[in-house]
């Protein structure tokens, strides 16, 4: 979903693995420290989070494991593309997500990372729980089955 207009802007890099992977309980917008050169691969859409998560560093936030390529024109100041990225949460979002992820088996997985109307990255991270196999298959399940009913609605109505 690279590059494509949202109502809030344009996608860099959207999470696909993860409302299969687990189950979103709450989602939250935060801001994002980036350098000039990840701020110019984002925008050429060179980012994946698909493996990432956020984690707690000394009382903050922090985005692990998000890949952003080397901006082609960087040079020497070019950046690490496997960075620790600090996220931008008020302290009152800070404690509230502390608190949710001392229980066993949440964690922060980041949905979206995207360009707002203003033009500033920010990333959509969610609170999640991860799923069994057995839930997997029953989200398939409902998928394709949502899938079916529009086709034969589709069929039915052409």
Same mark, same amino acid.
């Given at each position: 979903?690279?590059?494509?207009?949202?109502?809030?802007?344009?996608?860099?890099?959207?999470?696909?693995?993860?409302? *299969?992977? *687990?189950?979103?309980?709450?989602?939250?917008?935060?801001?994002?420290?980036?350098?000039?050169?990840?701020?110019?691969?984002?925008?050429?859409?060179?980012?994946?989070?698909?493996?990432?998560?956020?984690?707690?560093?000394?009382?903050?936030?922090?985005?692990?494991?998000?890949?952003?390529?080397? *901006?082609?024109?960087?040079?020497?100041?070019?950046?690490?593309?496997?960075?620790?990225?600090?996220?931008?949460?008020?302290?009152?979002?800070?404690? #509230?997500?502390?608190?949710?992820?001392?229980?066993?088996?949440?964690?922060?997985?980041?949905?979206?990372? *995207?360009?707002? #109307?203003?033009?500033?990255?920010?990333?959509?991270?969610?609170?999640?729980?991860?799923?069994?196999?057995?839930?997997?298959?029953?989200?398939?399940?409902?998928?394709?089955?949502?899938?079916?009913?529009?086709?034969?609605?589709?069929? #039915?109505?052409?």
């Amino acid at each position: 979903m690279s590059g494509q207009p949202t109502s809030s802007g344009t996608t860099a890099a959207f999470n696909r693995k993860a409302r *299969y992977e *687990y189950t979103i309980e709450e989602q939250l917008e935060a801001g994002i420290v980036l350098t000039g050169t990840e701020v110019k691969s984002l925008r050429a859409g060179r980012a994946n989070i698909a493996d990432a998560y956020a984690a707690e560093k000394n009382g903050e936030i922090w985005l692990l494991n998000s890949h952003i390529g080397e *901006y082609a024109a960087g040079n020497r100041f070019n950046h690490e593309p496997l960075r620790h990225r600090k996220l931008l949460l008020h302290k009152k979002q800070v404690k #509230k997500l502390l608190g949710r992820l001392k229980v066993k088996g949440v964690t922060l997985v980041p949905l979206s990372l *995207y360009f707002n #109307k203003r033009g500033i990255a920010k990333i959509t991270i969610a609170v999640a729980i991860g799923k069994k196999s057995y839930e997997k298959r029953d989200t398939i399940k409902k998928r394709d089955w949502q899938r079916d009913k529009a086709r034969i609605m589709r069929d #039915k109505n052409g």
